[in-house]
């Protein structure tokens, strides 16, 4: 889907990936992050409020989301790809935290910002890991899924 035609929600994902990316990498906080990314081109139409929400809930609770997503890795969390390792985090968050997205929303997104950002094959290794999770986190939406 073309940048200009994202519904805003999917634009807060796009920046929050690339937010916690570079809080990764760089450390900055939760507060420089969300002000830097208000200021960038290219982040009109974003829904902030879900954007803050994803941001700081990751920041916020990282710990619990490693550890929602470690039996489901091949590898410890510090070892997979940062981008990976955003875009996992972010989903984590998602499925445990926003009910009201269904969880295949969760996951078709998820797949698409590894397509965009990830490594060449890392959105079959993002789709295995959510589809487990989601499993667990979202048992009865995830039975009552249509195969």
Known sequence: MALSRMPARSRARRGAVQALYQWQ???SSSA???TEFRERDGMQNVDWS???ALVDGVIRDVDTLDALLT???DRAVA???PVE???LRLAALELRDHPEVPFRVVINESIELARTFG???SHRYVNGVLDA???DVRPGEARNARP
Request: no cysteine; charged share 35%.
């Open 85 to 87: 390792r955003a875009i």
């Open 71 to 73: 039996p489901r890795l």
């Open 119 to 121: 490594a060449e094959q």
């Open 25 to 27: 990498v760089g450390g």
């Open 50 to 52: 879900y954007f803050d």
């Open 79 to 81: 070892s997979l790809d």
């Open 133 to 135: 999770l989601a499993r």
């Open 32 to 34: 420089d992050i969300r």
